[in-house]
């Protein structure tokens, strides 16, 4: 099936799920968005505190989560 594109991701309050079941963490939505700016997209990374940007508890949450 391949990956899913980000404006293909279901847009629900939960946590999208991609295709193959897993959940698209915070540390791989940061490098796709990083690949895409690089890419030529036109997109700019949240500055830390805008708004829609991840919080400092999201980065925690998201190591506690992390596989080894």
Not at 16 to 27: C, D, F, I
Request: aromatic share 2%; hydrophobic share 35%; no cysteine.
């Amino acid at each position: 099936m391949g990956d899913m594109l980000p404006s293909k991701l279901p847009k629900s309050g939960k946590s999208a799920v991609l295709a193959k079941g897993g959940k698209v963490g915070l540390y791989e939505n940061i490098h796709k968005k990083q690949a895409r700016i690089a890419a030529g997209s036109g997109e700019k990374m949240r500055k830390p505190g805008a708004k829609g940007a991840p919080t400092k508890a999201d980065f925690i949450k998201s190591a506690k989560t992390a596989k080894k």
